[in-house]
């Protein structure tokens, strides 16, 4: 289903584009009808800042971290939007340069130092970035951004105020960890994230934050390793941006794109490479699926394999029958698909993004259905894992960004997906997705480009798709405003109401809706 809607006017550059934080949130214009049911904040993470001073970033995920707030009470909206005081973004700001090395850009030494003390500085070891614009998820009663590094910023929901800066590594042993933790209706958080294992050998480990308990203390404290998945190759780990969970198992996709540890490690602190220079692609792995049993931590005696694909977001895992049900969105191939997210890629005009696409990996929704038994193989002992190859069934081409009815249907046997469509990158339409009859419903207007879907279900549903699907929306067209919050029907995605800023919001990744 690509879109044969054009682009030539390139109004997808706002998306792009710098913009300043509000001192007090701001009311939107809203017409339509926004349901009285709908009361809270959606929140969102993405860059606002695409350059500091004279120094431009050069990758879609190098900007600093805005958090926008959109405030829903009594059919009233109000939108408010404030950056993320990481430490990349203090420094920054208070050097007026590029401080922190991020994915696409390095950080040069400041060139008021004397060469030696330049020199010198190179061998300081690799200073992590803490830039967190990819989401934002809840721990307890907390709320935090986070990137997918060892460290995470606590905000303030409310104010939108930054708290502090949390690493990892000091609660549970991980380098690092994804943007994507699952979140249990209990509260119960689990994420995954490389770590070393046996022997020095890379590995990946599933930790577990439990929800907050009577005594109040922070759930972080209480943070703990549940199970560990091998790495395929001893110094280089693949590339992780989200897991699969039901109520009894998890999902690793282990893909061929590869972070070079060495090269991390080395090169970067000799003659200053970003994190974009330390992945590499695995031509001959393909891709390996991994299963665990959730409560026993105990991995399954059974690894399954299919041809390559980059993989960023999981649509849904569930258990139907001895066999594990995985969704995905994948894209065609071993090369890495973030080699095409340069900005300058990105704010080309419509032939030049057109062009570059065409030469990426393709992306498209599928399914992969993975059995949990095997009957007795000849030959085969009890310790040997047994290799299966998987084909695939195929849902939809250049659908991403995933979302479902989650808190209801999320690790469990389900029927719609939402999510956004790409248009040679460019998201220009909203998508739902029927995974059992392959019927879509489209939204789609000319000249705007909308986020990703979020499904806030009514309160009082009986239905998987009863309640709304809300997109923040840029429209640098016509339009006398430059950006709305767009609010569907989410059983047939046709409009209900927008609310309208006078601001234009650039592209954002991820986020909530945090009821009141």
Sequence with gaps: MYSQVEHPAGGYKKLFETVEELSSPVTAHVTGRIPTWLRGSLLRCGPGLFEV?????????????????????DGHVTYHRRFVRTDAYVRAMTEKRIVITEFGTYAYPDPCKNIFS???????????????????????????????TNFITKINPETLETIKQVDLCKYVSVNGATAHPHVEND????????CFGKNFALAYNIIRIPPLQADKEDPMNRSEVVVQFPCSDRFKPSYVHSFGLTSNYIVFV???????????????????ANYMDCFESNETMGVWLHVAEKKKGRLLNIKYRTSAFNLFHHINTYEDNGFLIVDLCTWKGFEFVYNYLYLANL????DEVK??????PQPEARRYVLPLTIDKVPGR???????????????????????????????????????LGLNHFVPDRLCKLNVKTKETWVWQELDSYPSEPIFVPHPDALEED??????????????PKPAYLLVLNARDMSEVARAEVEVNIPVTFHGLFKRV
């Design 381 to 419: 002992t009890p310790c040997t894992p047994l290799i299966l190859t998987l084909t695939y069934f195929f849902f939809i081409v250049a659908f991403e960004f995933p979302q479902i009815n989650y808190k209801k249907y999320g690790g469990k046997p389900y029927t719609y997906t939402y999510g």
């Design 53 to 73: 001073g004279a120094e431009p970033f050069y990758h879609l995920f190098d900007g600093q971290a805005l958090l926008h707030k959109f405030d829903f009470k």
């Design 254 to 272: 282990e893909t061929p794109v590869k972070i070079n540890l060495l090269k991390f490690l080395s090169s970067w602190s000799l003659w200053g």
């Design 466 to 479: 009863d309640g709304v699907v809300l997109s923040v929306v840029v429209s640098p067209g016509t339009g």
């Design 355 to 360: 062009q570059q696409a065409e030469k990426a």
């Design 347 to 350: 704010r080309a005009n419509w």
């Design 187 to 194: 509260g119960t958080v689990y994420n995954i994230g490389n």
């Design 118 to 148: 330049r020199f010198f500085s190179y061998f300081k070891g690799v200073e992590v970035t803490d830039n967190a614009l990819v989401n934002i998820y809840p721990v307890g009663e907390d709320y935090y951004a986070c990137t997918e």
